[in-house]
């Protein structure tokens, strides 16, 4: 069974803070999307990397995949208040379903 | 551009009571549909996917059903609700790797 494990469940930091968020799995992934959920609403898709080691960067947000294509982690810059949210992870499973991380809320303190 | 709308927004429903859901998609043709359930804003579960009109395919035996009378049409339906089946439903259609996801239903059964 593949399993998406999102590292850590819950971040509270003061705004200007950088922090990591970690999404592991012992499955290799062909992809792996990074999405972004405010309360009360659908997830919001940040990014999708495909190639093992690729590095992508939105604005203050940097994605990274692993080279092996198990892993990859969410870097936030300098964070503000606004990016308070819960970040998920997830990956591709066969038949274009996917497997999702249990998320990690972000508190970031003004 | 594609758009997914999904309604009620929120739904308040005795135990034993029917539900329907309805989830449509505008801008794309054929698109893989999904309904997902999230609890206590965390990871997200899939619930049933199609890949077609008619054509349903269920992750977890449960209470619910879904339906596709249309192509960008996604339905889901339950004969007798239970307390469990509260939650924050949410529907996604497919592009290439990623899923977009509808802004919610928060069903709360009582």
């Known amino acids: 069974t593949q399993l998406l494990e999102q590292s850590p469940q819950f971040l509270s930091i003061q705004e200007g803070e950088n922090l990591t968020v970690y999404c592991n799995s012992s499955?290799?992934?062909?992809?792996l999307q990074w999405y972004r959920q405010e309360p009360g609403e659908g997830p919001v898709l940040l990014v999708t990397?495909?190639?093992?080691?690729e590095v992508k960067k939105l604005k203050r947000l940097t994605f990274q995949f692993g080279d092996a294509r198990k892993d990859s982690s969410l870097h936030i810059t300098a964070a503000q208040p606004g990016d308070t949210g819960l970040y998920l992870c997830?990956?591709?499973?066969?038949?274009?379903?996917?497997?999702f991380g249990q998320g990690t809320e972000l508190s970031v303190k003004p | 551009s594609q758009t997914i709308h999904q309604w009620p927004a929120t739904l308040v429903q005795p135990v034993g009571s029917p539900l329907s859901l309805e989830c449509t998609v505008e801008?794309?043709?054929?698109?893989?549909l999904y309904w997902y359930r999230q609890a206590a804003g965390r990871g997200l579960q899939l619930l049933f996917y199609?890949?077609?009109?008619?054509?349903i395919s269920s992750e977890v035996p449960q209470n619910l059903s879904a339906s596709r009378p249309q192509d960008r049409q996604f339905i889901l339906s339950s004969k007798k609700l239970l307390l469990s089946d509260s939650g924050f439903y949410l529907c996604?259609?497919?592009?290439?790797?990623?899923?977009?996801f509808g802004p919610g239903t928060r069903l709360t059964v009582t």
């Open positions: 997830a990956g591709d499973r066969e038949g274009g379903k996917l497997i």
């Open positions: 499955s290799v992934f062909s992809s």
């Open positions: 990397v495909v190639t093992g080691g």
């Open positions: 199609s890949v077609g009109i008619g054509q």
């Open positions: 801008g794309t043709s054929n698109p893989n």
């Open positions: 996604a259609w497919s592009g290439n790797y990623e899923q977009y």
